[in-house]
C-alpha cells in the first residue's frame, strides 16, 4: 500500500489524528499541544490552534454534525472546541491519566473518553456532565469505538483483551480474548464485526441473555435495540456459515 498524499506542517512529532465525517479536514495533534486542521484536497493547513498548551494532544475526535471536535492530552484534559476558532466550548475533568482516545457517538449526543488510568467515561453533552465511567480495564486503553447502531462501546486495553460496554445498562456485555499479540487499534465494520488492529478480526455475538433482553423490550433494553442488534447477528450466522462478513 503507497501513500496518496503527504502532509505536512507540525514542527514537532505527531500524536493524535481524526478524519472529518465529510472526509474533507484531517486534524492532527502534536506534542507540543498545537494542533492543525488540514485541507485533504489541497494538503495543506487551514486552521491551527493550541499554541501556548504544553500538554501533548494525544487523542482528536470529530463531532459527526456540528461544527467542534474533541481533543485529549497527557495531562488527562479532555476538551471540547469550536472547530471555527479553536476555542474552549467546554472542559471536562475526571481521568486520572493521560487521555488517549476521544469519540463522539453516531447520533452526535455522547462523548466517549478512555485514558491510560484504563477507564473509560461517557459524557452527556447536552447536560454537559458525566454519564457513566467503565473501569473494567486496569491497563492503559488502547482502543475506542461505538457500534455503528451506539448501542455497544468497544474498549481494547494494552493488556490484549476487548470490553464491550452496554452503554444503556452501563455494564460490561463481553470481553474478548486477550490477544496475547496485543490490541493496538480497534474498529467496527458496517455489518457490526469488530476488527482488531494488525491481527485477525475478532467477531463476538452479544450474550444470549443480551438478545433476549433486547428482543422482548424489558427494562433493560430499549424497545429499538432489537433493530440495533441486527447486524450484530447477521455478522454472527454469516460467521458460523463459514461466510467472512463482507460476503
Not at 422482548?216 to 460467521?239: I, K, S, V, Y
Request: net charge negative; hydrophobic share 45%; charged share 20%.
Amino acid at each position: 500500500m503507497r501513500p496518496v498524499a503527504s502532509i505536512h506542517g507540525h514542527s514537532h512529532a505527531v500524536r493524535s489524528i481524526a478524519l472529518d465525517a465529510d472526509e474533507e479536514v484531517v486534524a492532527a495533534g502534536a506534542d507540543d499541544g498545537v494542533i492543525k486542521l488540514f485541507d485533504l484536497a489541497s494538503a495543506s493547513a487551514v486552521r491551527d490552534f493550541g499554541r501556548g498548551r504544553s500538554a501533548a494532544c494525544t487523542a482528536l475526535g470529530f463531532h459527526p454534525f456540528s461544527e467542534f471536535f474533541a481533543s485529549g492530552a497527557c495531562d488527562s484534559s479532555l476538551t471540547l472546541h469550536d472547530l471555527r476558532d479553536g476555542s474552549c466550548m467546554f472542559a471536562y475533568k475526571g481521568h486520572r491519566a493521560g487521555v488517549t482516545h476521544a469519540r463522539f457517538a453516531p447520533d452526535g449526543r455522547l462523548l466517549a473518553s478512555a485514558s491510560a488510568d484504563g477507564s473509560v467515561r461517557v459524557w452527556d453533552l447536552t447536560a454537559g456532565r458525566l454519564l457513566h465511567k467503565f473501569g473494567q480495564h486496569t491497563a492503559a486503553i488502547t482502543g475506542l469505538e461505538f457500534h455503528p447502531c451506539e448501542f455497544l462501546l468497544a474498549a481494547a486495553a494494552a493488556d490484549g483483551t476487548v470490553a464491550l460496554l452496554d452503554i444503556d445498562a452501563a455494564e460490561l456485555v463481553d470481553t474478548l480474548g486477550p490477544d496475547t499479540a496485543g490490541v493496538h487499534a480497534i474498529a467496527f465494520q458496517e455489518g457490526g464485526g469488530l476488527m482488531n488492529g494488525g491481527h485477525a478480526a475478532m467477531l463476538q455475538q452479544p450474550p444470549a441473555h443480551r438478545l433476549e433482553a433486547a428482543s422482548e423490550g424489558d427494562a433493560h433494553a430499549r424497545p429499538e435495540h432489537a433493530e440495533m442488534l441486527a447486524p450484530w447477528r447477521t455478522c454472527w450466522r454469516r460467521l458460523r456459515r463459514g461466510e467472512t462478513p463482507s460476503d
